[in-house]
């Protein structure tokens, strides 16, 4: 024969119940945040912020290499874009190797690289090259802030290096 439960027995096994589902929920919201903090300090490394950096230089260069001439559609300004994106290939290399002298050095060179195809094709006239450009004042601007960018940067690039040699995973 089964027992009938008094009301007190009963409440408390009602507050039990209600107390296991507040410490599930507690627990569940618990790892929810622990997820997102994980999640939001992987993308909030310092080095992460100048590859973002870099994401805007990007795409401010797209946007000048669009106005090149059209005979250097598939030279110089393929070769910028080209060397632009490998620059961006080995910050993304750079933050995820633990002994960083060669994608240092190579992210370093490269960037020097990008630095001189720029200033070529300043040289050329090329960011002089839209229609609706007063001669050499554009442009001048135009290389002008692609310089600056790459300054910065290269700065931080730099900065990295001096980082990763003082903590010996050069």
Known sequence: MERHKSPKELENESNIEKLKAEVLE????????????????????KDLKFVNEYIVFLT????????????????LSSQIRNRAYEVYELMIQSRRKWHKKTSLTNLDM???????????????????????CKEGIKGAKRYGILQLMLSKIGAQVGAWIKVARENENW
């Open 60 to 75: 401010q260069l797209n946007l000048y290499l669009n106005h090149f001439p059209r005979h250097e559609k598939f030279a």
């Open 26 to 45: 507690m627990y569940a919201k618990e790892r929810e945040r622990e997820r997102e903090e994980a999640i939001e300090n992987y993308f909030s490394q």
């Open 110 to 132: 490269s960037l020097e690289l990008l630095k001189m195809d720029i200033y070529l094709a300043y040289k050329l006239g090329y960011f002089d090259y839209s229609k609706e």
